[in-house]
């Protein structure tokens, strides 16, 4: 049990076999050892155990909020979905804004652990620090957007439709490897495949209601001061200031031409690095121009509102409205979802540039709960495929109304395309006969930054804990936007430590549950005065950045038990220096590959890992002594195992 500030001490862990709903309190030392949200959620799916079948009834998946969600910390808005993912078999946490983490925050709860499988559709309702398992058979095989219409409707209350609904599509139903849990039609915990977890216990929705009871801070002038203290560097900064910085104006689109002009824009399925190089390699075939689906030229003509998330003054999403021709039909399409990863994923990596398009695009995914970085990867990786000669029945390049209609096959898993499709990009290109065409690490594909372009995030998604990601170590923020100072994105040297302290870092705001973007303007200091302020702890920054390393630690323990060691810490070939099926870059990045060997190098002697793997002291150094530890260790002293 725990009695800091922020907590509620209260999470359920829900049966779905048996509908049996328990309720328990927060032990004090894993809140103070693992914070919330990702790193309490690790914890939890750490002591459910690593071999589970992801797609089984022992699975865990655990909706966590952290001790800042739901509070008047900036941007606090966050709630964490972690689990073990069907797409990498690793551990992973996919987290999504809105109101739904501080609404379950609101509604009594600091967790919810479901478990188990449903023998018939069922949703969760979560008021006044109750759970209540009800029938979804008649909002099965719906979309995710007629799914939360028709939930509100039902649970309309004493609070009125004051709720957060979070659901999947059918991609979830059909276990489609990267299907997402979408929140309030538009907001997705998009990685990992959380929503085909959800949809293997058919659990289609979680619906939260509450009124608005923000947590008081317990010491109440130390969170006043990092609270002033936040606010101040975020409205100063570039990037965040609220109507003027970047993000705010043009929302997380604001990178397509910045990385576009540094030739870091994998485009082609990453034959090459913009799409400025690509119509220079071959001025003969159609080419395409990355500013048609770019921040800028989404406000400027089909931009309509500017929502935002809870305790949120940036307002990075950017909500659009467009009119598609499609199939012979005009279709009016409204989303607030225009973001960089998805319009990249979607459009110049698949070569499409259509912008109103691409919105329907981001749209149907949403609609059908799939995660649009690892669709639009997929079909890229079925275009090249399909010019390859591996499929008879492809896809080709930009062919954008063939696009739009593949995700709702794939998400029905409708034909043998599809169903090839919905396992995902590397096993799917696996089946295919040639596993170097998938751009994924661990089975999850990578994101909008090409890594001979930015050798920070080249070893950022090698070592990232659940499969390739941008988002488990942002160091473009260094690399691109020279925060917190500018390092130049081709050199490797140093990018290891670099990546190494974003992860750390990223990893207790994660757990916070903080947006991730406050780390363009907010640091260690003002994440110290806050969670101290909120809690009555007194750590120092040294101190909350160990907790950091230690949930990027445990993390890594687990998937070592799982089986993963430092040869899963690859990237595809075409990025690696001395590979053969290597591709060199364009442009700006002319000739550049990826040193992934002096990379991995530098990064585990920061870490102090023996191959990718955490040595048993290590874990004992970090009081990790939740398992048997790994047996690798220079001490010879295995981590204690005393729960």
């Given amino acids: 049990m725990t009695d800091l500030g922020g907590y509620q001490d209260h999470v359920a862990r829900i049966d779905l076999s048996d509908g049996a709903v328990d309720y328990e309190g927060i032990d004090d030392e894993d809140a103070e050892k693992y914070i919330g949200a990702r790193g309490l959620g690790a914890k939890y799916v750490f002591d459910q155990g690593p071999d589970v079948d992801p797609l089984g009834p022992d699975n865990l998946l655990a909706f966590m909020n952290g001790p800042l969600t739901g509070t008047q910390t900036v941007m606090s808005g966050r709630i964490a979905v972690c689990t073990k993912s069907p797409l990498t078999n690793t551990v992973t946490d996919s987290h999504h804004g809105g109101w739904s983490g501080a609404r379950l925050k609101w509604a009594g709860f600091d967790g919810l652990l479901f478990e188990g499988e449903a023998e018939d559709p069922v949703y969760a309702f979560v008021e006044d620090g109750e759970v209540e398992l009800r029938d979804a058979s008649h909002v099965w095989g719906w979309g995710v957007h007629d799914t939360i219409d028709e939930l509100e409707d039902e649970c309309e209350g004493s609070y009125g439709k004051n709720l957060s609904a979070m659901a999947i599509g059918p991609g979830g139903e059909n276990q489609v490897r990267y299907a997402c849990i979408m929140n309030e039609d538009d907001r997705a915990s998009g990685r990992g495949g959380t929503g085909a977890v959800m949809g293997s216990k058919n659990l289609k929705a979680v619906v939260v209601k509450s009124s608005t009871k923000m947590p008081k801070p317990a010491d109440q002038e130390t969170f006043r001061e990092g609270h002033q203290q936040a606010m101040q560097v975020i409205q100063e900064s570039d990037v965040t200031a609220p109507n003027e910085g970047g993000l705010s104006m043009y929302g997380t689109n604001v990178l397509m031409n910045l990385t576009e002009e540094m030739d870091g824009l994998p485009t082609r399925n990453a034959q090459h690095t913009s799409t400025s190089s690509e119509a220079a390699a071959d001025p003969s075939e159609p080419n395409i121009d990355a500013e048609n689906v770019s921040g800028e030229n989404v406000r400027e003509n089909i931009l309509v509102d500017e929502p935002t998330c809870h305790s949120c003054p940036v307002a990075c999403k950017k909500e659009v409205e467009v009119q598609v021709h499609h199939k012979g039909e005009d279709h009016n399409v409204r989303m607030e979802s225009y973001e960089y990863e998805s319009a990249w994923a979607l459009g110049p990596n698949s070569m499409n540039d259509d912008r109103d398009k691409v919105a329907m695009m981001i749209d149907r995914c949403n609609d059908m709960g799939v995660d649009t970085i690892d669709m639009g990867n997929t079909m890229a990786m079925a275009m090249e495929a399909s010019e390859e000669g591996y499929l008879d029945e492809g896809l080709d390049w930009g062919d954008a109304d063939t696009m739009i209609e593949m995700i709702e096959r ?234």
């Fill in 410 to 643: 794939v998400a029905n898993r409708e034909d043998d395309l599809a169903d090839l499709l919905a396992e995902g990009s590397m096993r799917a290109s696996e089946e295919l006969g040639d596993g170097d065409m998938s751009l994924d690490v661990k089975g999850q594909s990578m994101a909008a930054y090409d890594p001979r372009a930015m050798k920070g995030m080249a070893i950022g998604y090698a070592t990232s804990n659940r499969g390739a990601c941008h988002l488990r170590g942002y160091t473009p923020s260094a690399e691109i936007l020279g925060i917190p100072n500018k390092v130049d994105p081709s050199e490797p040297e140093g990018k290891g430590e670099l990546c190494a302290t974003f992860q750390d870092l990223h990893a207790i705001s994660d757990s916070f549950d903080i947006c991730k973007f406050n780390a363009f303007a907010e640091g260690i200091e003002e994440y110290v005065m806050q969670y101290n302020g909120m809690t009555g702890l007194d750590v120092s920054e040294e101190e909350l950045m160990e907790a950091g390393e230690r949930i990027y630690n445990l993390e890594r323990y687990y998937n070592n038990l799982v089986g993963f060691d430092g040869s899963d810490d690859d990237l595809p070939a075409r990025f690696v220096e001395g590979n053969e099926k290597a591709i060199p870059g364009e442009g700006g990045s002319e000739g550049q590959l990826v040193e992934l060997d002096q990379l991995k190098d530098e990064y585990y002697e920061v870490r102090d890992w023996e191959d990718g793997v955490v040595p048993d002291e290590k874990l004992d150094e970090l009081g990790i002594d939740v398992g048997p530890g790994t047996g690798v260790s220079s001490g010879g002293a295995a981590a204690s195992g005393d729960d």
